[in-house]
């Protein structure tokens, strides 16, 4: 039996996932809240996290980091699709947005640390009040699928998600490539402190990094960033 440790409120549960690694806890150990009050995104952002609505994890890795963002995006995405009617779809958004249309209902945190990594996951579940201030626009299961869901439920699927990717790698990127919408796009990818690139998105990499084709034919390899 995995260790899980159910919390009604921390700053981040990437942040108590940090702290209890640190003290020990062991390979796929995992932390869930019912409140985040400093939830994270990437580069400083910050994470909407109600009370009592939504799904607030992170999950500790010792071993095998390389494809955590990747598998992390899969477990969730098919997560999301688990809960949608049947005309839906859930997508990946390179690298970490699950978008069902335009709206984003879900995004995956990952952070890497000497000994361990971590892989956070948001999913918004039964949230129905989003600020006005996100960068694009946000959904939750219950208001696409029109009801409410057990959190519980959608907790275990995704755990059971991620145990299916980590278990097996070699399929990782075949998998994201086939739900990634961003593949095959003209894009434009900004990171912080550098020129905005644009080009075409024409691949992953074998770590799942995106290969970006710009207007010269030059080929790049974008490790992290942003794509709009
Ligand atoms: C992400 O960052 O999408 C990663 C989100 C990871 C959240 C989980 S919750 C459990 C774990 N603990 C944490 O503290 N974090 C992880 P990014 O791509 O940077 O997107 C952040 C942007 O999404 C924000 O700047 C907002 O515009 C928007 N946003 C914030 N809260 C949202 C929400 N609940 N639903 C949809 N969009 C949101």
Redesign the pocket.
Known sequence: MKSVLHLPETT????AAKKWAEEGAPDGAVVIADH?T??????G?????PPGV?L???KIYRASFDLLPLQGALATRETVQKYLPPDLTAAIKWP??ILVGDY??A???CELFEDFALT???I?VN?TD?PQ????P?SSLRLIAGAEHDRDAVLKTVLDRLDHWNSNPAEVVGAFTNHCITLGREVTVTLPGREPLAGTAIGLNERGALILKDQSGVEHTIEAG?VD
């Open positions: 981040s549960t990437n942040d985040q400093a939830g994270r995104g990437r580069l952002r910050s994470w909407h996290s939504n607030y994890l992170s970490n947005d984003k209902v995004g995956i945190l956070g996951i948001g918004n949230m989003f201030d996100l960068r694009r946000a942003d």
